[in-house]
């Protein structure tokens, strides 16, 4: 009973730090200072997006949104992804297969936790959307980009 209780915790932990930085700093360029972003951001949105933080899994705003639309940036406005292209991963936050425009998103790597991740970010502002991984569906390009719905808005299509 220990041991599945152990292994249990275990995966629970895993499962949180699938979508999330521990390194508190955003350390990729901002496209303005961290006190600009702080006057213009929720502090749920400048936590993720400036400080690389996440959200807990299934206590979010889209992982269960079904509806048919784009997510934009939380902090732009720009469109980053589409319902089209959403799926539920069982991971608790919103994951996608791709992003809308991929010139509107950027890869960096994320050391953090001792482990090397991709990190998504938006590409004009440096800000911290999520991170990508090679374990989405197959059958539509394997990657799973998995979001904060706190770095977006729904937009819903009418």
């Known amino acids: 009973m220990k041991k599945i209780l152990a292994i249990l915790i275990t995966l629970s932990m895993l499962t949180v730090l699938g979508c999330q930085n521990s390194s508190g700093q955003n350390s990729k360029r901002l496209s303005k200072p961290a006190a600009e972003w702080k006057k213009t951001l929720t502090p749920d949105q400048y936590h993720i997006m400036v400080e690389s933080g996440t959200e ?30 959403k799926f539920d991963s069982g991971t608790g936050w919103p994951s996608f297969v791709k992003p809308a425009d991929p010139n509107k998103v950027a890869i960096v790597t994320d050391n953090s936790y001792g482990m090397t991740r991709d990190e998504v970010i938006e590409k004009s ?15 539509r390009g394997g ?13 819903k299509k009418p």
């Open 125 to 139: 502002t440096g800000l911290h959307l999520g991170h990508v991984f090679d374990d989405g569906p197959a059958n």
């Open 143 to 155: 990657k799973r980009y998995c979001m904060n719905s706190g770095a977006l808005k729904f937009i």
């Open 56 to 85: 807990p899994p299934y206590h979010n705003e889209y992982w269960n949104n079904h509806e048919k639309g784009v997510y934009v940036s939380a902090a732009t406005g720009e469109v980053l992804f589409s319902s089209d292209d």
